[in-house]
């Protein structure tokens, strides 16, 4: 059964960085679209960052352009969120999500929580 | 603001039938077959309920329906039960926001 399980959230000051980590199980994790998406509290959904399946192909939203990075390791079927320049505003939780047109899978989420 | 609109609440009773709404523009909604709905329980991860507009995933009750007419999509849920009460969200991905504001459904 896919399992997509998150990792890396806690609690940060304003500027700090931290990087989420995404274990996939299940299927193969090379042919698939990743995504991370992102949920402020009780707010909607917001995708944050995508990337192709050989990682030749990366969309970033406007809110995380140039402060996030996403990045995959096929060999370890793990997907990466490296986050610099944090801000009250990225506080929320981060799902790991199989692919990019339609989300078939999420993970549970970790929580990401910027404060002083 | 979300450039998908979507009902910020609707409600039905047990046995009744609803639609959520959402609507966008001829670059995302209107000019592709790529709707997906989510449910999302309270503290729970989304849940894929409908994708391509009008197909549903394996294991999905056929009481959840999705179609489309123009810019706009609706995701029909019939014979409503309390488990259905949940947020609900359409999603574009050609659109600038791909997700839509979420719907909130209560059943009385």
């Known amino acids: 059964q896919v399992q997509l399980v998150e990792s890396g959230g806690g609690l940060v000051k304003p500027g700090g960085s931290l990087r989420l980590s995404c274990a996939a199980s299940?299927?193969?994790?090379?042919?698939?679209?990743m995504s991370w998406i992102r949920q402020a509290p009780g707010k909607g959904l917001e995708w944050v960052s995508y990337?192709?399946?050989?990682?030749?192909?990366?969309y970033y939203a406007d809110s995380v352009k140039g402060r996030f990075t996403i990045s995959r390791d096929n060999a370890k079927n793990s997907l990466y969120l490296q986050m610099n320049s944090l801000r009250a505003e990225d506080t929320a939780v981060y799902y790991c999500?199989?692919?990019?047109?339609?989300?078939?899978?999420w993970g549970q989420g970790t929580l990401v929580t910027v404060s002083s | 603001q979300s450039a998908l609109t979507q009902p910020a609440s609707v409600s039905g009773s047990p046995g009744q039938s609803i639609t959520i709404s959402c609507t966008g523009t001829?670059?995302?909604?209107?000019?592709?077959?790529?709707v997906s709905w989510y449910q999302q329980h309270p503290g729970k991860a989304p849940k894929l309920m409908i994708y391509?507009?009008?197909n549903r995933p394996s294991g999905v009750s056929n009481r959840f329906s999705g179609s489309k007419s123009g810019n706009t999509a609706s995701l029909t849920i019939s014979g409503l039960q309390a488990e259905d009460e949940a947020d609900y969200y359409c999603?574009?991905?050609?659109?600038?926001?791909?997700f839509g504001g979420g719907t909130k459904l209560t059943v009385l």
């Open positions: 999500a199989r692919g990019r047109k339609v989300i078939g899978y």
């Open positions: 299940g299927f193969t994790f090379s042919d698939y679209y």
């Open positions: 990337i192709s399946s050989s990682g030749s192909t990366i």
């Open positions: 001829s670059s995302d909604v209107g000019g592709y077959n790529y």
């Open positions: 391509d507009v009008s």
């Open positions: 999603s574009s991905y050609t659109s600038s926001t791909p």
